[in-house]
């Protein structure tokens, strides 16, 4: 219902009413949530209630040019960050959400530093304990494999595209019609997590904010999963009210290499009202869509971008759940912290001399 609910409001928000009526409704909600449009464009400049939820910003913001120098994706409120124990973070104060549930993953050990197994192989490896996961089998559903030999990618600035060679995907199809929360592709490891050392930060951006995304840092993007769920609000006080809320909700997960070599997993969560999220650079990510719920996976060769660069944008407020390996960064952003795109949220423990 969360997700109809969604896609309606997604509809009416694109319309596009006479001017006149226009300019109020876009008035009124510039009002209503006391949005500062000093960096954009008037209210009366979009033809839509959805042009003003996705306006783009004037002027490029200044961003951190230090080279160790993490900074903030997107505008928003950081509710927590810090580093987690055995794979639990902290949505708010006193509110755990699983970090393999999030990320719709176990973690390898070179990802974590503790006892993992691949999503994607029925490899298990453990820390010694002897202690070990299931498998993950494929055979609940069917998986399709394709390769392109050349995918066109958009810059979301400019418009312009260009080629990105080496583009894979994979994409799960479960025909089987069985849940996420009972499908073997989402098989939760038993082994023991002691010892996983993953650091993270949860931004959110509430209706007022700027609802684009961008590069938080020099980075490869290796992987891009859509795990289509339910679509709770996540504003503070359902995170209160419903635990593990943003492992419930549908999210697409990119993976990234960053330039100390270390792993970054950026989590975009969908919520109430938010009726699409687009990535410039793979069209086929399609979240809430009446086609399709299919889990899916993309892999990805050379698609690399640099510190700033537009990502893509959400079509209202949401959140994004930033995590690293704690050996190569560290979010230690105090609870409740206003950040802007641009803004240096953290540092690098180290620059590999191999940039990106």
Same mark, same amino acid.
């Given at each position: 219902?969360?997700?109809?609910?969604?896609?309606?409001?997604?509809?009416?928000?694109?319309?596009?009413?006479?001017?006149?009526?226009?300019?109020?409704?876009?008035?009124?909600?510039?009002?209503?949530?006391?949005?500062?449009?000093?960096?954009?464009?008037?209210?009366?400049?979009?033809?839509?209630?959805?042009?003003?939820?996705?306006?783009?910003?004037?002027?490029?913001?200044?961003?951190?040019?230090?080279?160790?120098?993490?900074?903030?994706?997107?505008?928003?409120?950081?509710?927590?960050?810090?580093?987690?124990?055995? %794979?639990?973070?902290?949505?708010?104060?006193?509110?755990?959400?699983? %970090?393999?549930?999030?990320?719709?993953?176990?973690?390898?050990?070179?990802?974590?530093?503790?006892?993992?197994?691949?999503?994607?192989?029925?490899?298990?490896?453990?820390?010694?304990?002897?202690?070990?996961?299931?498998?993950?089998?494929?055979?609940?559903?069917?998986?399709?494999?394709?390769?392109?030999?050349?995918?066109?990618?958009?810059?979301?600035?400019?418009?312009?595209?260009?080629?990105?060679?080496?583009? !894979?995907?994979?994409?799960?199809?479960?025909?089987?019609?069985?849940?996420?929360?009972?499908?073997?592709?989402?098989?939760?490891?038993?082994?023991?997590?002691?010892?996983?050392?993953?650091?993270?930060?949860?931004?959110?951006?509430?209706?007022?904010?700027?609802?684009?995304?961008?590069?938080?840092?020099?980075?490869?993007?290796?992987?891009?999963?859509?795990?289509?769920?339910?679509?709770?609000?996540?504003?503070?006080?359902? %995170?209160?009210?419903?635990?593990?809320?943003?492992?419930?909700?549908?999210?697409?997960?990119?993976?990234?290499?960053?330039?100390?070599?270390?792993?970054?997993?950026?989590?975009?969560?969908?919520?109430?009202?938010?009726?699409?999220?687009?990535?410039?650079?793979?069209?086929?990510?399609?979240?809430?869509?009446?086609?399709? !719920?299919?889990?899916?996976?993309?892999?990805?060769?050379?698609?690399?971008?640099?510190?700033?660069?537009?990502?893509?944008?959400?079509?209202?407020?949401?959140?994004?759940?930033?995590?690293?390996?704690?050996?190569? %960064?560290?979010?230690?952003?105090?609870?409740?912290?206003?950040?802007?795109?641009?803004?240096?949220?953290?540092?690098?423990?180290?620059?590999?001399?191999?940039?990106?």
């Amino acid at each position: 219902m969360r997700s109809f609910i969604s896609r309606i409001f997604g509809v009416i928000a694109a319309v596009k009413f006479p001017k006149f009526i226009q300019n109020f409704i876009n008035r009124k909600y510039v009002e209503f949530f006391k949005i500062d449009m000093s960096e954009f464009d008037p209210p009366q400049s979009y033809a839509s209630l959805n042009a003003l939820f996705t306006r783009r910003l004037l002027r490029p913001r200044e961003i951190a040019a230090d080279e160790r120098a993490f900074i903030s994706p997107s505008d928003g409120v950081i509710f927590e960050s810090g580093t987690c124990a055995d %794979l639990r973070a902290f949505s708010v104060k006193g509110c755990e959400y699983s %970090l393999s549930e999030l990320l719709g993953r176990t973690f390898t050990a070179s990802e974590s530093g503790g006892a993992v197994k691949n999503l994607d192989d029925g490899a298990v490896t453990t820390n010694g304990s002897g202690e070990a996961g299931t498998g993950c089998a494929k055979d609940a559903g069917t998986w399709m494999k394709f390769r392109a030999a050349q995918a066109k990618i958009m810059d979301g600035e400019s418009g312009a595209t260009y080629a990105a060679s080496g583009v !894979r995907a994979k994409i799960y199809s479960d025909e089987s019609g069985v849940s996420r929360e009972t499908s073997t592709i989402g098989a939760r490891s038993s082994e023991n997590t002691k010892g996983v050392n993953l650091s993270y930060a949860n931004i959110y951006l509430s209706p007022r904010d700027y609802h684009h995304y961008h590069a938080p840092c020099d980075l490869s993007v290796t992987e891009a999963l859509y795990i289509p769920a339910d679509l709770y609000s996540v504003a503070k006080k359902f %995170l209160l009210k419903i635990p593990n809320l943003y492992a419930k909700n549908e999210r697409v997960i990119l993976k990234c290499k960053m330039p100390n070599g270390g792993i970054l997993w950026m989590v975009f969560v969908g919520a109430l009202n938010v009726g699409k999220m687009k990535f410039d650079f793979d069209a086929r990510i399609q979240t809430n869509a009446c086609a399709s !719920r299919a889990e899916a996976l993309y892999e990805y060769e050379n698609l690399n971008f640099k510190k700033g660069d537009h990502l893509g944008n959400f079509e209202l407020g949401s959140t994004i759940v930033l995590v690293a390996q704690s050996e190569f %960064l560290k979010f230690e952003t105090p609870t409740d912290t206003s950040v802007k795109f641009g803004q240096k949220i953290a540092e690098f423990n180290e620059i590999s001399q191999n940039s990106i």
